[in-house]
C-alpha cells in the first residue's frame, strides 16, 4: 500500500492509497496521469522518498533541461535506478533523452502527467512498450477507510484537499473556475476562453447521461464540431470519463451512444453551480456518479474489466454492466420498489450475466426473484473484497 499525506482534521495524517507504485517500478518504467490535486506528488513524496525528482513546475528546472535536455542523463548517476519526472507533459521532447536512458543504463522511470493531449502531440509512443500507464484518481472509499462518508463525498467530492478542507465550497469554486479553464488554455486548443466557459457549465449538467451535442452547441453557443473537440479536450485532460454501451442484448436493440462522467462530483457540483440534497433527484444523480468513480478506480487499481451502460431502444436501462458478468443499476432510495427493478429483469431475461443487483440506501441486503438488493456500503466492501468477478 502507499502513503499519501493529507489534511485529516487540521492534523497531517497518512491515507493509504490503492496504487502500488513500488511493485511496478521495480519491474519498468512507468506513467502515472491524472487530473491535478489527486495527489500525485504526494504519493511519490511519500513513496519514493530517495528517488531523485525533477518537478518541471520548477522553472530553473524545466528551463536547464528544455535548454539541454542531455542534461538529465549527466546529472544522473549509477546510483539512481529510479527517476521521477513531475508533469512531463509540460516538456514532452525530454521524453527522447528518457528513452535512452531507459534502453542504455537501464533506469526506470516514473513520469507523472495531467494531460494525456500534449503527451501523444510530444512522442510518448518512443517508448512505446517500456512503460507502462496507470491512473490515479480522487480518493476512494477503500482509500479513506473509517474517513469514508457518503453525504461528505456528494458535497465535497473526493480530491483530498477538498475532502478533508475547512472551507470545501470556495475550494472547489477554486478549482473549477479558476484551475480547469487554466488548464485546457494551457492545451493550446481552447482560445476563445468566454466559449469554452459556457460549454463547461453545459457540459457538467450532461453529467451521467447520453449527450446530445447538437443541443449542447445550442446552449453554449458554440459550434456543434467545437463541442465534439471540447469534449476530446476534456477527455484528454482526464477530467471526463467516457462510459460506452454494452452492445450483447439481443432481445431488445441495445443503444450505442457512448455517457459521459466527469471526474470528480465535487468539482461537477461546482461547475453546475448546485448542491446535492439528500433526497432530490439531483441527489440520486450524484449517487451514481460516485458509484461510477468507484467502479472506474477499481478497474484502474485492481482488475482491469469492461465497464458499460446498457439501455434499449424501448427505454429499459441499467447504470453499469461490470465486465460482462455484473448488471448494477443505482438507486439513492431507503425503500426499492418492484418498478425500480424493472430494468434489472428485462436484462436478466436475456440470461447472458452472471448476477444482477441493486445499490440502495437500505440499510440490510435482500433478494427479490433473483436480483440482489445492497446497501450502498456492503457494496463497495465486496467490490474492493473482490466478489464481484
Known amino acids: 500500500m502507499m502513503n499519501m499525506v493529507t489534511e485529516l482534521d487540521n492534523k497531517r495524517s497518512y491515507i493509504n492509497r490503492l496504487l502500488d507504485?513500488?511493485?511496478?517500478?521495480?519491474?519498468?518504467?512507468?506513467?502515472?496521469?491524472?487530473?491535478?490535486?489527486?495527489?500525485?506528488?504526494?504519493?511519490?513524496?511519500?513513496?519514493?522518498?530517495?528517488?531523485k525528482v525533477y518537478d518541471l513546475l520548477d522553472?530553473?528546472?524545466?528551463?536547464?533541461?528544455?535548454?539541454?535536455?542531455?542534461?538529465?542523463?549527466?546529472?544522473?548517476?549509477?546510483?539512481?535506478?529510479?527517476?521521477?519526472?513531475?508533469?512531463?507533459?509540460?516538456?514532452?521532447?525530454?521524453?527522447?533523452?528518457?528513452?535512452r536512458l531507459i534502453e542504455s543504463r537501464g533506469i526506470h522511470f516514473?513520469?507523472?502527467?495531467?494531460?494525456?493531449?500534449?503527451?501523444?502531440?510530444?512522442?510518448?509512443?518512443?517508448?512505446?512498450?517500456?512503460?507502462?500507464?496507470?491512473?490515479?484518481?480522487?480518493?476512494?472509499?477503500?482509500?479513506?477507510?473509517?474517513?469514508?462518508?457518503?453525504?461528505?463525498?456528494?458535497?465535497?467530492?473526493?480530491?483530498?484537499?477538498?475532502?478533508?478542507?475547512?472551507?470545501?465550497?470556495?475550494?472547489?469554486?477554486?478549482?473549477?473556475?479558476?484551475?480547469?479553464?487554466q488548464e485546457i488554455v494551457a492545451e493550446g486548443a481552447a482560445r476563445n476562453v468566454p466559449a469554452f466557459s459556457r460549454f463547461l457549465k453545459v457540459a457538467a449538467l450532461c453529467n451521467g447521461t447520453i449527450v446530445n451535442f447538437t443541443n449542447v452547441a445550442s446552449d453554449a453557443q458554440v459550434p456543434r464540431?467545437?463541442?465534439?473537440?471540447?469534449?476530446?479536450?476534456?477527455k484528454d485532460t482526464l477530467v471526463l470519463h467516457e462510459l460506452p454501451a454494452w452492445r450483447r442484448s439481443e432481445k431488445r436493440k441495445p443503444l450505442v451512444s457512448s455517457k459521459y462522467y466527469f471526474f470528480d462530483?465535487?468539482?461537477?457540483?461546482?461547475?453546475?453551480?448546485?448542491?446535492?440534497?439528500?433526497?432530490?433527484?439531483?441527489?440520486?444523480?450524484a449517487f451514481e456518479s460516485l458509484l461510477f468513480h468507484e467502479l472506474r478506480c477499481y478497474?484502474?487499481?485492481?482488475?482491469?474489466?469492461?465497464l458499460a451502460y446498457w439501455r434499449s431502444t424501448s427505454g429499459f436501462e441499467v447504470d453499469f454492466i461490470l465486465g460482462d458478468h455484473t448488471a448494477i443499476e443505482i438507486k439513492a432510495k431507503e425503500n426499492v420498489s418492484a418498478q425500480d427493478l424493472k430494468s434489472l429483469?428485462?436484462?436478466?431475461?436475456?440470461?447472458?450475466?452472471?448476477?444482477?443487483?441493486?445499490?440502495?440506501m437500505e440499510n440490510r441486503p435482500r433478494t427479490v426473484n433473483g436480483i440482489s438488493i445492497l446497501p450502498y456500503k456492503e457494496f463497495l466492501s465486496g467490490l474492493w473484497d473482490g466478489e464481484y468477478t
Open 59 to 99: 522553472t530553473s528546472i524545466f528551463l536547464s533541461m528544455s535548454q539541454n535536455p542531455g542534461r538529465l542523463a549527466q546529472e544522473l548517476t549509477p546510483k539512481d535506478r529510479i527517476v521521477v519526472i513531475d508533469e512531463i507533459q509540460h516538456l514532452p521532447i525530454l521524453l527522447n533523452e528518457v528513452h
Open 110 to 181: 516514473l513520469l507523472t502527467g495531467s494531460s494525456a493531449r500534449k503527451l501523444r502531440r510530444g512522442g510518448v509512443n518512443l517508448l512505446g512498450g517500456r512503460a507502462r500507464t496507470k491512473y490515479l484518481h480522487p480518493l476512494t472509499s477503500r482509500e479513506l477507510g473509517k474517513h469514508f462518508d457518503l453525504l461528505r463525498a456528494i458535497q465535497r467530492g473526493l480530491i483530498p484537499s477538498i475532502y478533508f478542507s475547512d472551507d470545501p465550497r470556495a475550494d472547489l469554486e477554486a478549482y473549477a473556475g479558476s484551475y480547469l479553464q
Open 21 to 51: 507504485l513500488d511493485s511496478i517500478l521495480e519491474k519498468k518504467s512507468m506513467f502515472l496521469l491524472g487530473p491535478r490535486q489527486t495527489g500525485k506528488t504526494s504519493l511519490i513524496r511519500h513513496t519514493l522518498s530517495k528517488a
Open 299 to 306: 478497474n484502474d487499481y485492481v482488475t482491469p474489466e469492461p
Open 265 to 285: 462530483i465535487g468539482v461537477t457540483a461546482a461547475l453546475q453551480g448546485r448542491e446535492f440534497r439528500r433526497g432530490t433527484p439531483e441527489f440520486g444523480e
Open 345 to 360: 429483469r428485462a436484462l436478466a431475461e436475456e440470461k447472458k450475466l452472471k448476477r444482477y443487483m441493486c445499490v440502495s
Open 225 to 234: 464540431t467545437t463541442v465534439y473537440e471540447y469534449f476530446e479536450i476534456l
